[in-house]
């Protein structure tokens, strides 16, 4: 069974440009959360969905979004980038409905600000 | 969410067992104590899930006491591939989000 995929791996930007990111989950999972993680911070949450619905949102700005299509694919966006939101960022898919039941993670994408 | 603490780092050697204890003073009643495993550059990796007394599985255990405020990570004849941080979890059935705390690097050396 393949597991979590997000695209693209690594990605550079710019100051002010916006990034797309995408998570594809294990098959058959419904549930899906975004982590971002930096040395400074750590791993944090991000948001989560489940059935194309966001059911919760860490404490992040405004600018950063996502979405969850009907066939359980995720994407996040951060729009007007900082040089902050340098970090990797994973994506986790859970088979069951509710978060604490194991987390599936993907390696994650790599975003580099300049 | 409880909020919980664990050492920041921890040295062992190939083949000794490694104990990795983590306090969650304010653990709710319905809330499950998890464990998650991190290589540099990967995602991490479930380790183990337990709500009270003893859960073991094929690559660790996990001890938790009665009162619940504290649970131990029990490692057995790690090698070198173990040196990884290590989180721990406390985590809500029916809640939607969850925190990682900074985690344990653990190194184990030859």
């Known amino acids: 069974k393949a597991g979590v995929t997000q695209t693209p791996r690594y990605l550079i930007k710019t100051r002010g440009q916006q990034v797309t990111l995408s998570c594809s989950p294990i098959s058959g999972h419904r549930s899906v959360s975004w982590y971002q993680q930096t040395p400074g911070q750590g791993l944090q949450f991000l948001f989560e969905?489940?059935?194309?619905?966001?059911?919760n949102k860490g404490n992040f700005p405004g600018r950063f979004s996502g979405r969850q299509f009907s066939n359980s694919r995720s994407e996040m966006n951060v729009s007007t980038l900082e040089l902050g939101d340098s970090a990797l960022y994973l994506c986790?898919?859970?088979?069951?409905?509710?978060?604490?039941?194991?987390?599936?993670f993907g390696p994650g994408t790599r975003l580099t600000v300049l | 969410l409880a909020k919980t603490t664990q050492p920041i780092s921890m040295d062992s050697y190939e083949g000794q067992e490694v104990n990795i204890t983590c306090s969650h003073n304010n653990i709710a009643t319905n809330d499950y104590i998890t464990w998650y495993q991190q290589f540099p550059s990967q995602g991490p990796r479930f380790i183990i899930q337990?709500?009270?007394t003893k859960v073991t599985n094929e690559v660790a255990s996990l001890f938790i006491p009665a009162d619940r405020k504290s649970s131990t990570l029990s490692l057995p004849r790690v090698s070198l591939s173990d040196t990884a941080v290590y989180y721990c979890l406390v985590v809500m059935p029916g809640g939607f989000k969850t925190i990682f705390g900074a985690g344990t690097r653990l190194f184990v050396k030859a």
């Open positions: 969905y489940f059935s194309e619905t966001q059911r």
């Open positions: 986790a898919s859970s088979l069951g409905q509710w978060i604490y039941n194991e987390q599936f």
């Open positions: 337990g709500y009270k």
